[in-house]
């Protein structure tokens, strides 16, 4: 079963500050709750393959994605990692000298982790971590 989350937030930072927190891969393990580490494993014009690695509830866990970036806009697929599938999009507009921050992410948990995982722990969790970019901004 897919599920999905969706969040939109503004901020006061101008627009490429905004991106360049959400783009810079490799800087997410200094504020992302529960991550180790996060690397770029290779990058090419317009899009990047990066791993994340992640301590939760005493379990491991590691993320392989390629993140698309276009203008202020920046696609995430998992290539490899917990989920059955994952697909996620930040998307970036300014707007009266506010930055509106929105994202998306669709992902289907492996069938036993889906069955005993509760809507309100994914959105607990899920608005931590968005919570964690935003406090970045401040």
């Not at 301590?55 to 696609?75: A, C, F, H, P, V």
């Not at 599938?85 to 998307?91: L, P, R």
């Not at 929105?102 to 722990?121: C, E, G, M, Q, R």
Request: proline share 4%.
């Amino acid at each position: 079963m897919a599920r999905k989350i969706s969040y939109s937030r503004t901020s006061s930072k101008p627009i490429d500050e905004v991106f360049n927190i959400i783009s810079n891969y490799s800087n997410y393990k200094n504020f992302i709750p529960g991550c180790t580490n996060s690397e770029i494993i290779s990058t090419d014009k317009n899009s990047q393959i990066g791993k994340l690695q992640f301590e939760i509830l005493g379990k491991k866990y590691t993320i392989e994605s390629r993140n698309i970036q276009d203008e202020y806009n920046l696609k995430m697929e998992q290539i490899s990692g917990p989920f059955d599938a994952f697909n996620g999009s930040w998307n970036l507009e300014e707007n009266l000298g506010e930055t509106a921050i929105h994202f998306k992410a669709d992902f289907t948990l492996p069938f036993l982790v889906n069955a005993v995982t509760p809507d309100s722990l994914i959105e607990k969790l899920s608005e931590t971590i968005i919570n964690s970019f935003i406090s970045k901004l401040k």
